[in-house]
């Protein structure tokens, strides 16, 4: 197939999923080759950040068709869209320590914490920001909690290893930390069976 046959069958595609796809089912459903297929989406990300209001977003092995950040408000104030509720500090909070640390269970983020979680953590998934994706092989099985592709859209990054480096603690901040973790956590990290449900991705 030609590219100036591929190329707008790949727009329409996605302007009409709406929502990442991955370059590979989009190769498995036309019958292209994958290299193909990731060479014209390149190409055609190349030409939206050239002149146009749109761009096409890459997300881990998934991709987005969205608009420009720099025409948000133009956006608002034609459709009148409600600016979303920013995050709350601990929303916040709970976001990055499920980023940094993924996958994560409840039970841990609260421990960092200090505070109950249930409400931020439920809230997070509401907004797609974080899923279940799995189980530990513990009693009880408690679920496990990764971030989404919603996640890196919203943060603007392809991966996380585009996330910006904690700051490092002192050697000292360090050991008392550790010695914390010792002391409130009698299952090692290392024990941890992890199963991850088949139609999740990590990223």
């Keep these: 197939m030609k590219n100036n046959e591929l190329l707008p069958m790949l727009e329409a595609v996605l302007f009409a999923v709406g929502e990442p796809v991955e370059s590979e089912k989009i190769s498995h459903a ?3 080759d994958l290299i193909v297929i990731e060479q014209a989406l390149s190409e055609l ?3 939206y950040d050239e002149t ?3 761009c096409l977003l890459k997300l881990d092995n998934k991709y987005q068709l969205c608009t420009k950040k720099c ?21 916040l909070e709970v976001l990055a320590i499920v980023a940094y640390n993924q996958p994560v269970t409840k039970a841990f983020i609260e421990q960092i914490r200090g505070v109950d979680c249930s409400a931020v953590i439920g809230n997070l998934c509401q907004k797609s920001l974080i899923e279940e994706v ?3 092989e513990l009693p009880g099985r408690p679920l496990i909690y990764g971030t989404t592709s919603e996640f890196l859209r919203c943060f ?3 991966s996380l290893a585009e996330l910006p ?3 490092r603690e002192s050697s000292e901040e360090n050991a008392e930390n550790d010695e914390k973790i010792e002391n409130n956590s009698e299952d090692s990290e290392t024990d941890f069976q992890l199963v991850v449900d088949e139609n999740k991705n990590l990223g």
Excluded at 71 to 91: G, H, M, T, W, Y
């Design 165 to 167: 480096e904690l700051p």
């Design 71 to 91: 025409f948000a408000d133009n956006i608002r104030a034609v459709i009148e869209i409600k600016k979303n509720a920013p995050l709350s500090q601990a929303a």
């Design 45 to 47: 990300q190349n030409r």
């Design 30 to 32: 036309l019958g292209i």
């Design 52 to 54: 146009s209001g749109l």
């Design 134 to 136: 799995g189980r530990l």
């Design 156 to 158: 603007n990054v392809s």
